[in-house]
């Protein structure tokens, strides 16, 4: 059976006046590096990637994923890492712009590598 890989790009505003805690949020999970890695174990993800963008006054992240099947949701993660992840998140994301996808046009992931995800 082939283990089925999903990558995808999704971008998200952030709330006006958030910056600063967006940057709290940023260096905690860089300070807390060796706990997030764990956490991605359990969600089956493989490597994930958060970029920051501002663009005419409006701030942006995108989260770039590669991520296998049938791992846990982060909202459903009892982790303290995800907890404190998710609440930054509930504090910064602009729930009415909503998560734009951007279109995966070609994926190129070498088949050592994607035997090293199984």
């Known amino acids: 059976m082939e283990n089925k890989i999903t990558v995808e790009c999704s971008r998200f505003r952030v709330l006006k006046d958030k910056t600063e805690v967006v940057d709290e949020w940023m260096n905690f999970l860089r300070d807390n590096m060796a706990d997030v890695l764990l956490t991605l174990d359990g969600e089956k993800m493989y490597v994930e990637t958060i970029f920051r963008e501002a663009i005419d006054g409006n701030e942006y992240l995108y989260w770039y994923s590669v991520q296998g099947e049938g791992g846990i949701d982060v909202r459903?993660?009892?982790?303290?890492?995800?907890?404190?992840?998710?609440?930054?998140?509930?504090?910064?994301?602009?729930?009415?712009?909503?998560?734009?996808?951007?279109?995966?046009?070609?994926?190129?992931?070498?088949?050592r590598v994607r035997e090293a995800m199984k």
């Open 76 to 111: 459903e993660s009892e982790s303290w890492i995800d907890v404190k992840h998710l609440e930054y998140w509930e504090q910064c994301i602009d729930k009415s712009y909503g998560q734009v996808d951007l279109t995966t046009e070609v994926v190129m992931i070498p088949d």
